[in-house]
C-alpha cells in the first residue's frame, strides 16, 4: 500500500520558514510511522532529520505530531491510522531545531525543578527502604512515564504560557510526593504548588488523552491539588474523613492508548 | 539563531520560582461554587417561581409580598449570591489572565483590577440590597 507521508520541514540555515515535503512509502504490514521515517531517510532523502533510539517506546526520543494526535512514530502502526496520508510535524508548543527535532531544555528544565529523585533524610535502614504493595499502588502508574513530552505538548496551557510546569513536570511531582518513602513533600509542594503549577491546570484532559503510556496526568495534577491544599492550610499528617490519593475510575488505570494500544499495569 | 516556533506561540523561558499564591483562590472558587448552588436556588424560588402553593403565575405584586415578608432574609441571600458570582466570576478572569500574561507586574496590576472591580460591585451592589431591605422592612413595619 503506497502511502503519502507530509513532513515538516525546517532548516534553521537554509529556510526563512517551515515548510512540508511529500515522500510516497511502500507500506506493508506492521510498519510503524519510525520505519517509514527511516525509509524517507535512508532511501530518499538523507537529510531528514528526527531523533529515535529504542525503537520499542522506552526511550521517549520519537514524540511527534502524527496526524493531529501527538504519539511515539515507533508506537503508531501505519495501517491503524487509516489514512491514506500521513503528516508528521515536530512536537507543538516546543521550539523548533530542525525538520521533526525539538529543543528540550525548558521541558527538561521544568522536570529538574521538581527534584525527580527520591529524597529522605533519615538514616537508611540495614537493607533497604521498604514500600507496601498499596503504598507503591499510588505511584505505579505515575512510574510509567517516558518523557517523551507527548503530554505537555499536547496542553494549551502550555501553548500560552512557557512558565507552566505542565503535566509530564507535575506527574514527576506527584510520583515522588506520593511516594511513601520520600521526605521532601514540603520543597516539591513549594514548586508544583505554585502559580506555574497545578494551579494553571484546567482539567482540558488533552495529556491524559495523548499519552502514549496510558499516564493519567490530569488525575495526578487533580490530586497533587489537593494534597497542595491540605499541606497549606495544615493538614499535614491528620487522618483525614476524605480521602486525598488519586482518584482513579474503576479500570482506569490500565486503560490502553486507543493508538499505541500499550496496556499499562493496574 | 532564530528559532522558529511552531503551529503554536510558547516561548522558550527560563523556570523561575513563581508565588505560592493560587491555593487559596482554588479553594474559594470550590467553596462559592457551592454557595452559588445554595443562594441561587433561595434567590429563584424567591423570585422567579410561581407561587407553589396556588399555583398562581408570577406577578410583580406576588414578588413584592414575598419580599415585605422577609426583607432581611432576602437581602442576606442575596448578598451572598451577589458575593458568590462575583468571586467565582472573577477569579475566572484572574485564571485566564493568568494563563495568557507571564509578566509578574503585569498580573499584579491586573490582578488587583480585577479585585477593585469586584469590591465596587459587592460595594455597590449590597447597598441597593440593603436600602431595598431597610425600605422594606419599616413599609412593613
Ligand atoms: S506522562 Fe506520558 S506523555 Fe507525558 S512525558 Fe510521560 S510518557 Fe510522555
Ligand atoms: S489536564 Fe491540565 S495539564 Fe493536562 S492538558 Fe489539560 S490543562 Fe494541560
Ligand atoms: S524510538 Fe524510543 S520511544 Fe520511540
Redesign the pocket.
Known amino acids: 500500500m503506497e502511502v503519502r507521508f507530509r513532513v515538516h520541514r525546517y532548516d534553521p540555515e537554509e529556510d526563512a520558514t517551515a515548510r512540508y515535503q511529500v515522500y510516497t512509502v511502500d507500506v506493508d504490514g506492521d510498519m510503524t510511522v519510525l520505519d517509514c521515517l527511516n525509509q524517507i531517510k535512508w532511501y530518499q532523502d538523507g537529510t531528514v532529520t528526527f531523533r529515535r533510539s529504542c525503537r520499542s517506546a522506552i526511550c521517549?526520543s520519537c514524540?511527534m505530531l502524527i496526524n493531529g494526535r501527538?504519539r511515539l512514530a515507533c508506537n503508531t502502526r501505519v495501517a491503524d491510522l487509516e489514512a491514506a496520508e500521513v503528516s508528521v510535524g515536530p512536537l507543538p508548543g516546543f521550539p523548533i531545531l530542525r525538520d521533526l527535532v525539538v529543543d528540550w531544555d525548558p521541558f527538561f528544565a521544568k522536570d529538574a525543578a521538581m527534584k525527580p529523585y527520591l529524597i529522605n533524610d533519615t538514616p537508611p535502614p540495614d537493607k533497604e527502604r521498604r514500600q507496601s504493595p498499596e503504598e507503591y499502588s499510588k505511584i505505579d502508574n505515575?512510574t510509567?512515564?517516558?518523557?517523551?513530552?507527548?503530554?505537555?505538548s499536547?496542553c494549551p496551557v502550555v501553548w500560552n504560557n512557557g512558565q507552566y510546569y505542565g503535566?509530564?513536570a507535575l506527574?514527576k511531582a506527584y510520583r515522588f510526593i506520593f511516594d511513601s518513602r520520600d521526605t521532601a513533600t514540603r520543597e516539591r509542594i513549594d514548586m508544583a504548588g505554585s502559580e506555574e503549577g497545578t494551579w494553571r491546570c484546567h482539567t482540558i484532559f488533552n495529556?491524559t488523552t495523548?499519552?502514549?503510556?496510558?499516564?493519567l496526568?490530569t488525575q495526578n495534577i487533580q490530586a497533587l491539588k489537593r494534597k497542595v491544599m491540605l499541606e497549606k492550610l495544615g493538614f499535614t499528617g491528620t487522618k483525614l474523613v476524605f480521602n486525598v490519593d488519586p482518584i482513579y475510575k474503576e479500570g482506569e488505570a490500565q486503560h490502553e492508548h486507543e493508538a499505541g494500544g500499550i496496556a499499562t499495569r493496574a | 539563531m532564530e528559532r522558529v516556533v511552531g503551529s503554536v506561540t510558547a516561548q522558550p523561558q527560563p523556570v523561575r520560582v513563581a508565588p505560592k499564591t493560587g491555593t487559596y483562590s482554588w479553594l474559594l472558587m470550590r467553596l462559592t461554587a457551592y454557595g452559588l448552588i445554595v443562594f441561587l436556588t433561595v434567590h429563584m424560588i424567591f423570585n422567579h417561581y410561581l407561587d407553589l402553593r396556588t399555583g398562581n403565575k408570577l406577578t410583580f405584586e406576588l414578588v413584592n409580598r414575598r419580599f415585605y415578608a422577609y426583607p432581611v432574609i432576602y437581602a442576606i441571600n442575596d448578598i451572598g449570591l451577589l458575593t458568590c458570582t462575583l468571586f467565582h466570576g472573577l477569579n475566572g478572569v484572574r485564571n485566564v489572565i493568568y494563563d495568557l500574561v507571564t509578566n509578574p507586574a503585569a498580573r499584579r496590576v491586573l490582578t488587583i483590577l480585577v479585585m477593585l472591580i469586584g469590591l465596587y460591585f459587592l460595594y455597590d451592589g449590597s447597598l441597593t440590597l440593603l436600602a431595598l431591605a431597610q425600605m422594606q422592612n419599616s413599609v412593613g413595619s
Open positions: 521517549g514524540g501527538n505515575a510509567l512515564c517516558i518523557m517523551c513530552g507527548c503530554c505537555s499536547s503535566p509530564a506527574t495529556c495523548d499519552c502514549p503510556k496510558g499516564v496526568n
